[in-house]
């Protein structure tokens, strides 16, 4: 192994699936393994509680810019036997600011609604957006309106001030890092549209970013705000959940029609409500590069327009929970390449089992309605309970983190338990 050179030693750890704990033991054996494993140790940091931020926090600032992605979503005051008051006074943004210009590496952040207390600075905020090199944000759960006002002053033209002697061109103009790509403001309900989403995407647009990932999940949005939006042509994943303000015939939909390669799209309204019969016959014929749709909610989804759709091989992932009484089977038959389906109060029991029972295509899990009287197995198919989700899987299958109701936006696949939770627990049609 001492023959072997360092980013291959990486590899390997990498490829072994190591745990930090395992990582951390590697690290002591030579130098040369600290030296290949160090890195890996530090690329991805999830930060899960007071105690270890102050860790990270002492951490000497030459591991500190090896940090990739540095992940807060999961951070908790609860376990850590400090009054409320002092767990929250552990970070702050004069410390936080200070973190992230060390991490000059730093790719990817996420932040979870339990350090929004300390996004209601500024100099919080403009640490942020100073980090150049930052491809990947993701802010999940901020309602706070005085994080709203915070933002949305910061993001005010011509009113931003220098808040810190870190960042020097700040005096005249705010910025947006060079190589964003993938947003996330899921369950930030507080966020304003006139005031935060239009002048951010505005300035996203004028800067010729372009897009990958964009999740605006339950915000306050409507599709005048697509008029603002950076072009669609390489936008990949992008999810409008629980947006009930959107409209069809709008913005919105010419948008859409632009997006040549949307491999996801989440329109769930959750409620018995939704799109025109013309514009869902849109989306489901002229994006043809979709592979994950959420059409749950939309009413005018029915075996009507079902019957007059083509053939689609290329959808495998599909959700039409909550749309009207659907026959599955006519359904299958234009979508033969379904390996997941979600039919949450679309279907009665009997019919579910009936289907279950005489099913012989690619579909491999079947979510439905969590509820008590659900049968164990079914055939080949066994009832997995996940969280507030339900499924029916084939007998080899796993459906636990088959689908994610959460665009996932770091690429590693660690994500921490909160996060996790957002992707593949929480359900609030349940």
């Known amino acids: 192994m001492e023959h072997l050179s360092i980013e291959l030693v990486e590899l390997i750890a990498k490829q072994c699936r190591a745990s930090n704990k395992d990582l951390a033991s590697l690290c002591l054996v030579n130098r040369h393994f600290y030296s290949a494993v160090i890195r890996l140790l530090y690329k991805n940091v999830i930060i899960h509680g007071p105690r270890q931020y102050l860790a990270f926090k002492s951490t000497c600032t030459r591991l500190k810019q090896m940090v990739y992605r540095l992940d807060f979503s999961g951070y908790t005051t609860r376990g850590a036997r400090w009054t409320e008051s002092k767990a929250k006074s552990v970070v702050t943004a004069e410390d936080l600011a200070v973190i992230l210009n060390e991490c000059r590496q730093l790719k990817e952040l996420f932040v979870g609604e339990?350090?929004?207390?300390?996004?209601?600075?500024?100099?919080?905020?403009?640490?942020?957006?100073?980090?150049?090199q930052l491809r990947t944000l993701d802010f999940t759960g901020f309602s706070d309106q005085t994080f709203t006002k915070a933002m949305a002053d910061y993001f005010m033209e011509k009113k931003q001030v220098t808040y810190n002697h870190h960042y020097d061109d700040a005096s005249s103009h705010w910025v947006i890092p060079k190589e964003l790509e993938n947003i996330s403001f899921y369950m930030c309900m507080a966020l304003s549209q006139d005031r935060f989403f239009v002048p951010f995407f505005d300035k996203l647009k004028s800067g010729g970013h372009q897009l990958k990932k964009l999740d605006l999940a339950y915000t306050q949005i409507n599709s005048q705000l697509f008029r603002h939006l950076p072009s669609p042509r390489t936008l990949t994943h992008l999810n409008l959940q629980g947006c009930h303000s959107l409209s069809c015939c709008s913005e919105l939909i010419d948008y859409l029609m632009q997006c040549k390669r949307l491999v996801q799209l989440n329109v769930n309204r959750h409620i018995a409500s939704g799109f025109c019969k013309r514009c869902i016959y849109q989306l489901l014929t002229s994006i043809d590069t979709l592979e994950?749709?959420?059409?749950?909610?939309?009413?005018e989804f029915d075996d009507e327009l079902i019957q007059q759709l083509p053939p689609n091989r290329n959808i495998k992932y599909l959700s039409v929970a909550n749309c009207r009484q659907i026959d599955i089977k006519t359904l299958l038959n234009k979508f033969p390449q379904l390996y997941y389906l979600n039919v949450e109060r679309v279907i009665n029991m009997n019919q579910l089992y009936n289907f279950l029972k005489s099913n012989n295509n690619n579909l491999r899990i079947i979510e439905v309605s969590s509820h008590p009287s659900l049968l164990n197995q079914i055939g080949s198919w066994h009832l997995v309970k996940h969280g507030r989700r339900a499924y029916y899987s084939q007998s080899a299958v796993d459906p636990k983190y088959c689908y994610s109701k959460k665009?996932?936006?770091?690429?590693?696949?660690?994500?921490s338990p909160m996060n996790r939770y957002w992707c593949y627990s929480y359900n609030i049609s349940t």
Do not use: N, R, T
């Not at 209601?120 to 150049?132: C, G, K, N, R, T």
């Not at 994950?292 to 009413?299: K, L, N, Q, S, T």
């Not at 665009?407 to 994500?415: A, E, N, R, T």
């Open 114 to 132: 339990e350090l929004m207390h300390v996004f209601v600075s500024p100099l919080a905020i403009q640490s942020v957006f100073f980090e150049q």
């Open 292 to 299: 994950i749709v959420d059409i749950g909610g939309h009413v």
């Open 407 to 415: 665009i996932v936006m770091s690429k590693d696949p660690i994500l």
